[in-house]
């Protein structure tokens, strides 16, 4: 095909220079800026735009008028009557955002499409005249005090009606850069967004599990005999799409949602998004089955489905579209069934990154995009183009980028989303993709190399040669690993993201490499305070990983490889560096997906990862002086948020004064860069307090987790004018967050908390270890306590250690097994309220197959019992599964004990 056929890329002309023809001279302009009568607030934005960038080039400040008829030098906007005429075309004609720049006489025409096509010409023409803008924050504007006037005769449409870009471009800036997705804040008068209703992975919106799955869990998938299995950690499940109440559930729905909408386009009706044990948990009942087999994919059923949600759009939005995704297992097109014309597919990429589409390493991505095109009028596609398991490190994904985007549109995709992650400027040279990304979307045929040297030598400066050695030397180490990323594709369903989640870290040595890159980019510019800033800034994308490589961490100091690394780096002076570099960014950044924690929470346990020195040498209570520095974590004043709250003193030891008031106090937010996984922790926290009276039962505090059970503290436990160390408890802290949170009772006291304490494996003393496990060594033990347990029925609660189910036979109460080597022996701490007979509980696992009914004559009672399960092997995660039995009975679980065997 054509090149000018697939963009409607028509240049009539050439933008050469007039003879003699000056649009500013020594600063001063005899041209005025022309707006319609009635300018729509895009042609208004415009006309500030271009005045206000041509006063900042030249000095000069054109008038704007909204005189279409306006005799003299002009440069005209928008769509006025004049300006059609004098182009000779139908404004109604044009393509989204198309946009048109055009030399009449002495005037010059900038327009185009209705909605942006106006303000992306102004762009085209001030970039034309040197004009970068590189982030939202970072802008070149040359001077000049005479601007020539080019004969402009071009008109030009995207190739892509949809450009969106996940990472950076928001606001203003993404109106410059001429992307329009959904997330991206752009407001009304800069063009808006391409809204779309929902977003995505809306079935879980739309039929909530939490809400239907108790009383119709035939509204859920079959998958291995089993209505709606849910894994807490692997996302949501997946819907029964012939069942007709799940249909007429979801069609529902649609239609309520557009009704609340002012104008919409585009409604998602798309899967749930779930992975790992979840991520082809699609239903395999008798109806679904039929129909995925005789298609030949999961995509079969779904789409019979949204096909019928859309002609019920159809009849009530015609101007509707219904997106729905071609993801996970549903991005194998079906053999018959065709989407309707009011229906998108969003087919999301699964590939390996460091090679184009189009090439052999990606045959099954570009042999599924193909199928699509041709079974679907109206192609959406979602791309990554980031590494989700480790945002800071090098990872090199934009070599195929150009190539990408032609194949995507010459396989007439209508839209593209490229999905980042960062703010704007932390990241693998993040300014440098966005720019790539979003001036590729709007002209895939642009020539990439000749845009990277531009960015580089405009962003970086005369650190660009550098920048662009360390582009090449990345890739070059990244294409030496090529095998594990090829082999983490091919085996997995994701392909792109797990690949990159297997290559969370890169050997030091190439670190190494590349940190020797940054040495020289940060000599070039050391006296350019700006331009060294932004080269420390893509520098932490190699900074970070050294940090906290094997070689880095304090235990390994003495060993040869960590002698070899500090012989070459201070590592102390990276982290400080790296730091500095941190409190420099325009806007917090986070560190690995989903906010698993903050850029600054990182640098800032960087010293002590490679120290060992994790308690900031703050003055350690007598009690704990004995235990090893890494075993011992004190939390003080400066970890917390504190709440109607102060900082002070007593006896040298910081304390925290604790409000009188009902409620949240004190709270400590700990997440991966605190560095507690693999380990139990025991939690002990420090408080005192002044209660004039008798205390009774009541209670002076409650302490709160995401990771145990709430622990009410009573007034008698902490009475004195000594510090107390209470034991919460031994917990593996794990997980991407959580926290632990003290809150006051209310009532009239003199309530101070000193330190939160973490002890490794701790023994404290009062630490409460079941009998089954006070004979045995701590690692041949594990205690899962109902802190860790999921449950989401209305009448079930915590209560106390124990989580309380009073309602509901189908999945009440959810306790994650986690991965351990061997067999191990599972115990359920547990009691039961209620009559003396009949059948109290049945608990099931996947792990070794076993289900078992427990009695009320066994469980009954005040007292918990630790019954036994029974063997099973935890080489994968797994679950245990507990359903009350009797209508009349109160199942209270403790713990889950498991002994090694």
Same mark, same amino acid.
């Given at each position: ?251 529902? /729905? @649609? &239609? =309520?949602?557009?009704?609340?909408? !002012?104008? *919409?386009?585009? $409604?998602?009706?798309?899967? +749930? ?49 219904? /997106? @729905? &995704? =071609?993801?996970?297992?549903?991005? !194998?097109? *079906?053999?018959? $069934?065709?989407?309707?014309? +009011? ?559």
């Amino acid at each position: 095909m054509k090149k000018n056929f697939l963009f409607s890329l028509l240049f009539t002309g050439m933008a050469l220079f007039a003879s003699g023809m000056e649009l500013v001279t020594n600063g001063t302009s005899s041209y005025t800026i022309v707006l319609p009568e009635k300018p729509t607030a895009v042609e208004e934005t415009a006309a500030k735009e271009l005045q206000n960038y041509l006063k900042k080039i030249s000095g000069a400040l054109l008038p704007v008028v909204r005189t279409p008829e306006f005799k003299g030098n002009s440069i005209r906007l928008g769509q006025s009557p004049e300006n059609a005429r004098l182009l000779g075309i139908d404004f109604s004609g044009l393509k989204p955002d198309e946009i048109i720049l055009k030399k009449t006489g002495n005037d010059l025409i900038l327009t185009g499409d209705s909605t942006r096509g106006v303000l992306y010409a102004v762009y085209e023409f001030l970039e034309d005249l040197g004009v970068r803008r590189w982030t939202r924050w970072d802008t070149d504007i040359p001077v000049r005090k005479t601007i020539l006037l080019k004969n402009y005769d071009i008109r030009y449409a995207p190739p892509f009606a949809g450009r969106d870009r996940l990472g950076g471009p928001v606001g203003e800036f993404a109106a410059w850069m001429r992307v329009n997705g959904h997330y991206l804040g752009i407001p009304e008068s800069y063009g808006g967004i391409l809204k779309l209703v929902g977003w995505c992975h809306t079935f879980g919106m739309m039929i909530p599990r939490q809400q239907y799955f108790e009383k119709h869990p035939e509204y859920f998938a079959l998958v291995n005999g089993r209505r709606g299995p849910w894994f807490p950690s692997c996302g949501e499940v997946q819907l029964c799409l012939t069942n007709p109440d799940v249909l007429r559930l979801l069609t529902e /729905e @649609t &239609l =309520a949602w557009l009704r609340k909408e !002012k104008n *919409p386009r585009i $409604i998602s009706v798309s899967q +749930n998004d779930s992975w790992g044990k979840m991520a082809d948990n699609y239903c395999r009942c008798s109806n679904c089955r039929a129909i995925d087999e005789r298609e030949g994919s999961p995509a079969g059923s779904l789409l019979h489905a949204v096909n019928q949600i859309a002609d019920a759009v159809k009849k009530e939005f015609p101007q509707v579209l219904v /997106e @729905t &995704l =071609a993801y996970q297992y549903t991005v !194998k097109p *079906p053999k018959t $069934i065709r989407p309707r014309d +009011n229906v998108i597919i969003r087919y999301c990429t699964r590939k390996n990154t460091l090679y184009p589409i189009a090439s052999q390493e990606n045959a099954r991505t570009r042999e599924e995009i193909k199928a699509w095109s041709k079974a679907a009028d109206k192609l959406y596609i979602w791309d990554y183009t980031s590494n989700f398991s480790n945002t800071m490190m090098p990872y090199p994904s934009w070599r195929p980028f150009a190539e990408n985007l032609r194949f995507l549109a010459e396989n007439h995709a209508v839209s593209v989303l490229e999905q980042g992650y960062s703010c704007g400027e932390a990241g693998d040279l993040i300014p440098v993709q966005n720019y790539l990304l979003c001036k590729l979307m709007w002209n895939p045929y642009q020539d990439q190399e000749k845009l990277t040297g531009e960015v580089l030598e405009g962003y970086y400066g005369a650190a660009a040669p550098e920048l662009r050695k360390y582009m090449d030397v990345s890739w070059e180490i990244y294409r030496k690993n090529q095998l594990a990323v090829k082999t983490a594709a091919r085996n997995n369903a994701f392909g792109d993201m797990v690949a990159s989640r297997v290559l969370s870290k890169l050997p030091l040595a190439d670190l190494l490499v590349l940190r020797n890159c940054f040495d020289r980019a940060e000599e070039l510019v050391k006296n350019d305070a700006e331009k060294l800033r932004r080269v420390r800034i893509a520098a932490m994308a190699v900074n970070f990983p050294i940090l906290y490589s094997d070689e880095a961490y304090y235990k390994n100091a003495e060993k040869p490889e960590g002698r070899a690394l500090r012989e070459k780096i201070n590592l102390l002076k990276l982290a400080e560096k790296t730091r500095k570099t941190v409190e420099s960014l325009h806007r917090p950044d986070r560190y690995k997906e989903a906010a698993e924690a903050s850029l600054e929470r990182y640098i800032g346990s960087a010293e002590k990862y490679i120290t060992g020195d994790w308690n900031k040498g703050r003055k350690v209570p007598p009690e704990f002086a004995g235990i090893a520095g890494d075993d011992l974590r004190i939390y003080g004043q400066e970890d917390f948020s504190l709440f109607s709250s102060k900082a002070g003193e007593n006896l040298g030891y910081p304390v925290i004064k604790v409000g009188k008031s009902k409620g949240w106090k004190v709270h400590f937010s700990f997440d991966a860069s605190h560095h507690l996984e693999n380990s139990e922790w025991q939690v002990l926290i420090g408080l005192k307090t002044r209660f004039k009276g008798k205390p009774g039962g009541m209670v002076a505090a409650d302490v709160t987790s995401t990771h145990f059970p709430a622990r009410w503290i009573k007034l008698s436990e902490i009475m004195g004018d000594q510090f107390k160390y209470l034991d919460l408890g031994r917990h593996r802290l794990d997980g991407r967050h959580g926290y632990i949170a003290l809150s006051a009772s209310g009532v009239e006291q003199q309530l101070e908390m000193q330190y939160l304490i973490l002890i490794r494996n701790g023994n404290y003393p009062n630490t409460e270890v079941p009998d089954i496990c006070r004979n045995l060594n701590p690692e041949d033990y594990r205690i899962i306590s109902s802190g860790k347990f999921n449950f989401w029925d209305n009448e079930n609660r915590r209560s106390g250690h124990a989580v309380v189910v009073r309602s509901g036979k189908n999945s009440s109460l959810q306790c994650p097994l986690p991965a351990l080597k061997g067999n191990w022996k599972i115990y359920l701490d547990m009691r039961a309220d209620g009559p003396i007979s009949g059948n109290a509980a049945e608990v099931w696992s996947k792990n070794g197959g076993h289900r078992r009914i427990y009695k009320l004559n066994e469980i009954g009672g005040n007292t918990y019992k630790a019954v036994e399960f029974g063997t099973a092997d935890l080489s994968a995660p797994g679950l245990l599964t507990f359903s009350r039995l009797h209508p009349a009975a109160a199942l209270h679980v403790r713990n889950v004990i498991l002994v090694r065997q």
